[in-house]
C-alpha cells in the first residue's frame, strides 16, 4: 500500500516525542511507547505511518461524522479560502458564510431555536453557557441565580468553566477546579451504580436527584440543568427509559433554564438531528460542535432559544465573543457538512438502517464471557468488561483491562476506546454493512483475546 508520509515512522516519533505535548496524555509513559502516527482518512478507515489500514470505530473523536476524505468540504473550504479567508463577525459585520451557517442549523433545529452564537469548539461553547445563563438571570432582575447543576462523571470540555461543569474528578484534580456555582449530581448510570434498584426504578431515582438537588440549593439560586442526552466520555452512559421523562417532569415544576450538551450526540449520532430530540425533552440551549463540521475545521456554537434570545435582546451588549467566532472558512466547512448529512439522509440512516442494523449485532455481544452489558443507541455503543457475567463486580485495577483491551484492538486494527473497563465506540454515520460486520468481526476478535489473557492471568472469576 502507498502511504502518505515522507518520512520513516521513526521520524514523526522522536520529534513528536520532543516537541510534542499531547492532550489527557501520561508525557513519559507515552514517549516512551512512541505514539501513532495516522497519515490518511477515506471514509471510515484511516492509514497510519506503517501502511496500516484501520477502522475508525470513534470516527476521530465522535465526530468524524460524514466520514473522512469527503472532496466537498475541501472544495468548500478552497472557494471560500479564495474569498474571504477571515473576518471577524464584531462591530457591526458579518459574511455570508456566518449567516448561510446560522440560518441552516435554524432549518434542522427544534423550533424553539432560531438563533446560534458561533464559537471555536464544544469546551468555548460550554464556556458561553455559563455566561449566557447566569446573563440570563440577571437581565431579569435575578441575580442570585447563579447556580448550574451539572452531573458527576459529565464531560463539557477542558477549558475552566467546561471543566468544571464537568464531573470528572481526575480533571478537578488539576488547577483549581470546579469554579464556584457548579454542583455536581448523580449520573443516570445503572450498570455501575444501581445497586439493587432496577433500572427503572434508579432512572426515577437519579432523575429526582435533579429535584431534591433544586430544593435543597433554592431555586431562586439555580441558574440551569447541563446534560448531555447520552455521556459520551462518560462511557456511552444510556439513561434508563424513566430518566428523561422524569427530569422533564422536574424542570417543567422549577423555573431554571436546561441546556442540553449537543457536542457529541447531535447531527445525526442518534437518529435524530439532535439529541434531545431522540429523548422528547425541550431544552433552552444546545452546545454543538463536533458534528457541526465532522471535525473537519473547528468549530462550535450555542444554539439559543428564542425564550433566551428574548432576554438576552433586553441585555444590552453581551461581553463575551472569540476572535473565530464565525470564523468564514469554518463556517463553509460546516455547511458543506450539513448538506452531505442533509442531501445524503445520513440521520434517517441511523434511525432507521444502520443504527438498527449495528445495535442488533453489537446488543449480541452481550453473550460473550467477558462482557457484562452490551449497549448502544444510534451509533454510540458500549460494552461492560467484567470479570463474572453473573454479577456487575468490577476487576480490580481501576481500568487496566480497559486498556488492555483498547491496546488489542489497535493491533487488530480497530480503533475503540476505553472509559475505565467499558469499550466504546461512535463510528462515522456513513458506515456499510460491511464495515458494520468487519467491526464486529474485529471487536469478537480483540474480545477474545483479552479473554485468553485475562484467563492466563488468573484473573476471570
Ligand atoms: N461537550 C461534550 C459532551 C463533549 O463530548 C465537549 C463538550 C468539549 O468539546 P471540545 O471541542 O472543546 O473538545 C466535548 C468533547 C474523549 C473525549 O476522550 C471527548 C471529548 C473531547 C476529548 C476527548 O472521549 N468531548
Redesign the pocket.
Given at each position: 500500500m502507498t502511504v502518505s508520509n515522507k518520512y520513516p515512522t521513526a521520524h514523526y516519533r522522536a520529534l513528536d516525542a520532543a516537541h510534542h505535548l499531547h492532550?489527557?496524555s501520561d508525557t513519559r509513559a507515552l514517549n516512551a511507547e512512541g505514539t501513532r502516527v495516522i497519515v490518511k482518512g477515506e471514509g471510515v478507515w484511516l492509514t497510519d505511518s506503517e501502511g496500516n489500514r484501520i477502522l475508525d470505530g470513534m470516527a476521530g473523536?465522535?465526530c468524524v461524522n460524514i466520514g473522512h476524505g469527503r472532496p466537498e468540504i475541501a472544495e468548500a473550504v478552497n472557494r471560500q479560502m479564495a474569498e474571504i479567508s477571515y473576518y471577524n463577525t464584531f462591530f457591526k459585520t458579518t459574511h455570508p458564510p456566518a449567516v448561510d451557517l446560522a440560518a441552516l442549523l435554524q432549518s434542522v433545529a427544534p423550533a424553539q431555536f432560531n438563533r446560534v452564537f458561533f464559537t471555536g469548539?464544544?469546551?468555548?461553547?460550554?464556556d458561553t453557557v455559563v455566561r449566557m445563563v447566569r446573563t440570563y438571570w440577571a437581565t431579569l432582575g435575578k441575580p442570585d441565580k447563579q447556580i448550574i447543576i451539572a452531573r458527576r462523571n459529565?464531560?463539557?470540555?477542558?477549558?475552566m468553566a467546561?471543566a468544571s461543569l464537568g464531573g470528572m474528578k481526575p480533571m478537578h484534580a488539576q488547577g483549581g477546579l470546579p469554579i464556584p456555582g457548579i454542583h455536581h449530581i448523580a449520573q443516570p448510570y445503572w450498570f455501575d451504580e444501581g445497586g439493587e434498584m432496577s433500572p427503572d426504578d434508579f432512572g426515577v431515582w437519579a432523575a429526582e436527584e435533579l429535584g431534591r438537588a433544586i430544593d435543597a440549593l433554592g431555586e431562586d439560586k439555580v441558574a440551569a440543568f447541563i446534560a448531555?442526552p447520552i455521556q459520551?466520555?462518560g462511557g456511552v452512559i444510556i439513561p434508563p427509559r424513566t430518566y428523561w421523562p422524569t427530569v422533564a417532569r422536574i424542570l417543567k415544576e422549577r423555573d431554571i433554564l436546561f441546556v442540553s450538551?449537543e457536542?457529541?450526540?447531535g447531527f445525526g449520532r442518534l437518529g435524530r438531528w439532535f439529541g434531545s430530540e431522540h429523548f422528547g425533552t425541550e431544552p433552552d440551549l444546545m452546545?454543538i460542535?463536533?458534528g457541526l463540521s465532522s471535525g473537519y475545521l473547528?468549530i462550535?456554537g450555542v444554539m439559543v432559544s428564542d425564550k433566551v434570545a428574548h432576554v438576552l435582546e433586553e441585555t444590552g451588549d453581551f461581553n463575551h465573543g472569540f476572535t473565530y467566532s464565525g470564523h468564514p472558512v469554518a463556517c463553509a466547512a460546516a455547511i458543506a457538512n450539513l448538506t452531505i448529512i442533509r442531501d445524503e439522509k445520513l440521520v434517517e440512516r441511523v434511525a432507521d438502517d444502520i443504527g438498527p442494523y449495528l445495535q442488533a449485532k453489537w446488543r449480541a455481544l452481550a453473550d460473550h464471557p467477558l462482557v457484562g452489558e452490551a449497549r448502544m443507541e444510534g451509533l454510540m455503543g458500549a460494552l461492560e468488561l467484567v470479570p463474572d457475567k453473573r454479577s456487575r463486580r468490577r476487576f480490580e485495577g481501576d481500568g487496566k483491562v480497559g486498556l488492555l483491551c483498547r491496546d488489542i484492538s489497535f493491533r487488530n486494527n480497530l480503533v475503540m476506546?476505553a472509559?475505565r473497563d467499558s469499550m466504546?465506540i461512535s463510528p462515522p454515520l456513513v458506515l456499510s454493512h460491511d464495515e458494520a460486520d468487519e467491526l464486529i468481526r474485529l471487536a469478537t476478535l480483540t474480545l477474545d483475546q483479552t479473554h485468553a489473557e485475562l484467563k492466563r492471568q488468573g484473573l476471570m472469576g
Open positions: 492532550p489527557f473523536l465522535w469548539s464544544g469546551s468555548e461553547s460550554n459529565a464531560y463539557h470540555g477542558s477549558t467546561g448531555e459520551g466520555a450538551d457536542v457529541i450526540c452546545p460542535a463536533k473547528p462550535g476506546r472509559t466504546i
